[in-house]
């Protein structure tokens, strides 16, 4: 079966310092990958894709996301936490048949102490 | 602010009413969406729209019943509900075509919905 794992349902960092959100994930082909924010009572945003090419993507906000195709991951990075990081990050995968379908993964909340 | 705008952004009703839910979007977008978000957990896909056409069905309850009036709105009637029908649910949008798949999909801010 075709999944995307985000193996930390929660993440603490403090203040300055640089995070990491992780996401693996297990599907046939070669898909595209996508992370997305969620503030509280709001929809969720996106920050950034990866398609194809460069393996380190930059995206909104100062996060960026590195694409390993050996370990199928794509974690999503940013070099210095901001207590307004704090939010509901999901990660997702849509294939590349031509659906309109995203597999997404739990979701992680980022805490990012002051 | 988000280029998708729901109405309402709340909605209390009973399991006998019916209601309807409402999406709008400026963008060109071809492909509308409806999801289902319970509390942390990721959206669940209900229906998806390519060029005011009905193409995905996530095997919903009839309870549920879509509308694409036009290209910029997105209707979702509800009737009958249960209360564990009560969630977020989300509207998005996207560009259509040859490389749907790669389109990042654009989310309003939801209408989060109680079944008493």
């Known amino acids: 079966a075709q999944s995307v794992a985000q193996p930390e349902d929660q993440v603490n960092v403090a203040e300055g310092n640089p995070l990491t959100v992780k996401c693996t994930y297990s599907v046939s082909g070669n898909p595209y990958l996508f992370w997305y924010v969620q503030y509280p009572n709001r929809g969720l945003q996106f920050l950034l894709k990866y398609i194809t090419g460069d393996n380190l993507v930059k995206g909104s906000y100062g996060f960026e996301a590195e694409f390993n195709k050996s370990q199928t991951s794509f974690h999503l990075k940013k070099p210095s936490a901001l207590v307004s990081d704090s939010a509901l990050y999901f990660c997702?995968?849509?294939?590349?048949?031509?659906?309109?379908?995203?597999?997404f993964g739990t979701g992680t909340r980022l805490k990012v102490l002051a | 602010d988000t280029e998708v705008t729901q109405t309402p952004k709340h909605l209390v009703m009973g399991m006998t009413n019916k209601k309807s839910l409402k999406c709008e979007q400026h963008?060109?977008?071809?492909?509308m969406y409806w999801y289902k978000q319970k509390a942390k957990k990721p959206p669940e896909l209900m229906f998806v729209y390519s060029y005011e056409k009905l193409s995905i069905n996530e095997s919903v309850p009839s309870r549920f019943s879509p509308e694409c009036p036009n290209s910029s709105l997105l209707n979702l009637h509800l009737h009958a509900l249960q209360p564990e029908d009560s969630a977020l649910y989300l509207c998005a949008s996207s560009q259509d075509g040859d490389r749907k798949s790669n389109q990042p999909q654009h989310f309003g801010d939801g209408t989060r919905l109680s079944i008493l």
């Open positions: 963008m060109g977008h071809r492909a």
């Open positions: 997702a995968v849509s294939l590349t048949s031509g659906t309109y379908k995203y597999i």
